[in-house]
């Protein structure tokens, strides 16, 4: 194995920590793995900083195996983990002391002072208002995330984003957290997981006036996660209250939701009436043009020159989640980095259908291809088949000859067959025609990118 750097190290298992974030809870995430740091490796082994010995004995006893596969999946090479505190090794028969009271080292808040609130609001400075890419899917959710961090309790209060996972709610409670508490008021960050933790916590060591008063000296709570109280009939009582007495003294409440309110009508109804009562923002997936544009904004941000056929592709590969996209642009630069190699579209493309890739195979058929080409031109598919040779329509047939090869098994005579009995020469002759056309012509490169993006969206 070649030689790694410590900056090749931190980013590989930067990638590493992008795509466990999808795939484990986020106070999980948070608590364990957040703070670790890719540090260095070598023919067996692949170290990793924690910032205590018990974060240490905890991944070696719960996590080590998923850990270690998906480095091993980035470096393509089997490789276990060893983990650092402070510059030293922590060996196999290494623990920390078992007395500790796991719920209590865990979810018992410190509530004695609440003027020091700012300094423990668990806000992430990087998620700001700055790099958040605005784009068609999540306009109304960023214009309203605005307005509030301006005018904190005056309008839009409370205000709740949903959305699925990855897409950027907490980035939004973030941004309006940063800039709120840069105006000078007092912010709190929790999820509801957390919150739920805390509040049992209160109760069984008879805290619960600290946790209260903590909780409701805050100007805005950004509460994540809202989904979890559902079931919990104690702590959704404990939320309520809280709630009310925020929203009596015009303090501010930012809420986010992986589902919309109609269908967290499992909570209590008098708890689902109150956020109907402010601005509800969902985010859908981002187009096209907003995938490439977080990508180009993230690949700045880490310095590395990727060129554009590249950002275009891994776009276009992946399209519901912005984390699993952000992920799939680290895994490559660390790729690359580690190799010491140029990035090429041709490499790319043969890593994402290698062993480390981690997009899954759509099938498109014939009907939605030629379907969608005469959707997008505004000619019917009878037209595409005819034999006429009006400009539009020829440039229509080959557009539709070019995704067919591209985007299907079909041979060039099954293609000629499917577009009105062409023979094969004339498809190869109009999928050579559009392979030009999009190295020259920009406009037309974004409408043909435009019908892939159709077709996948609709699989």
């Known amino acids: 194995m070649?030689?790694?750097?410590?900056?090749?190290?931190?980013?590989?298992?930067?990638?590493?920590?992008?795509?466990?974030?999808?795939r484990i809870p986020r106070p999980s995430f948070n608590t364990w793995l957040k703070e670790?740091?890719?540090?260095?490796?070598?023919?067996?082994?692949f170290y990793?900083?924690?910032?205590?010995?018990?974060?240490?004995?905890?991944?070696?006893e719960r996590m080590i195996g998923i850990l270690e596969t998906e480095i091993s999946d980035t470096l393509n090479n089997e490789i276990s983990i060893k983990f650092l505190i402070e510059g030293q090794l922590i060996e196999s028969n290494e623990q920390v002391d078992d007395d500790i009271p796991l719920s209590v080292s865990l979810t018992n808040p410190s509530f004695s002072d609440v003027s020091h609130v700012n300094e423990n609001s668990s806000l992430n400075s990087k998620y700001?208002?700055?790099?958040?890419?605005?784009?068609?899917?999540n306009q109304l959710a960023h214009s309203g995330?605005?307005?509030v961090s301006e005018k904190i309790g005056v309008v839009f209060n409370p205000l709740l984003f949903y959305s699925d996972v990855g897409l950027g709610k907490t980035h939004l409670l973030h941004a309006i957290g940063n800039v709120a508490q840069k105006n000078g008021f007092v912010c709190f960050y929790t999820t509801c997981e957390e919150f739920t933790n805390k509040y049992i916590a209160s109760i069984q060591q008879g805290t619960t006036e600290k946790f209260r008063d903590f909780y409701r000296s805050v100007d805005i709570l950004l509460l994540d996660d809202i989904q979890f109280l559902i079931g919990k009939e104690q702590t959704q009582e404990g939320?309520?209250?809280?709630?009310?007495a925020l929203h009596m003294k015009n303090s501010q409440i930012v809420i986010a939701s992986d589902r919309p309110i109609s269908e967290l009508k499992v909570l209590e109804p008098r708890i689902v009436s109150r956020f109907s009562g402010g601005l509800v923002a969902d985010i859908q997936s981002p187009k096209l043009e907003t995938r490439i544009a977080i990508l180009k904004s993230k690949a700045e941000k880490i310095e590395i020159l990727i060129p554009d056929s590249v950002i275009e592709y891994i776009a276009y590969k992946i399209k519901s989640n912005i984390r699993e996209l952000e992920g799939c642009l680290n895994r490559i630069t660390a790729w690359f980095q580690f190799k010491d190699e140029e990035i090429t579209l041709d490499a790319v493309q043969n890593i994402l259908k290698g062993p480390i890739s981690f997009i899954p195979n759509e099938m498109i058929s014939d009907i939605e291809v030629v379907s969608a080409v005469s959707k997008h031109f505004g000619i019917t598919q009878n037209q595409l088949r005819s034999?006429?040779?009006?400009k539009m329509t020829v440039l229509s047939r080959q557009v539709a000859?070019?995704?067919?090869?591209?985007e299907t098994d079909l041979s060039l005579a099954a293609i000629g067959k499917i577009l009105g009995g062409r023979d094969h020469s004339t498809v190869l002759y109009g999928h050579e025609k559009v392979s030009t056309l999009l190295k020259k012509d920009v406009e037309f490169k974004n409408t043909v990118l435009a019908i892939k993006d159709s077709l996948s969206t609709e699989n």
């Open 145 to 147: 995330a605005k307005t």
């Open 239 to 244: 939320f309520f209250h809280t709630f009310n």
């Open 48 to 60: 990793v900083s924690v910032p205590s010995a018990f974060t240490a004995n905890y991944l070696k």
């Open 387 to 390: 034999r006429s040779r009006h």
């Open 128 to 137: 700001t208002f700055e790099n958040f890419i605005v784009g068609d899917s």
């Open 36 to 45: 670790s740091k890719g540090i260095s490796c070598d023919s067996q082994f």
């Open 2 to 22: 070649s030689f790694i750097t410590n900056e090749q190290a931190n980013k590989m298992w930067s990638s590493v920590l992008g795509r466990l974030e999808l």
């Open 401 to 406: 000859m070019y995704l067919l090869r591209e």
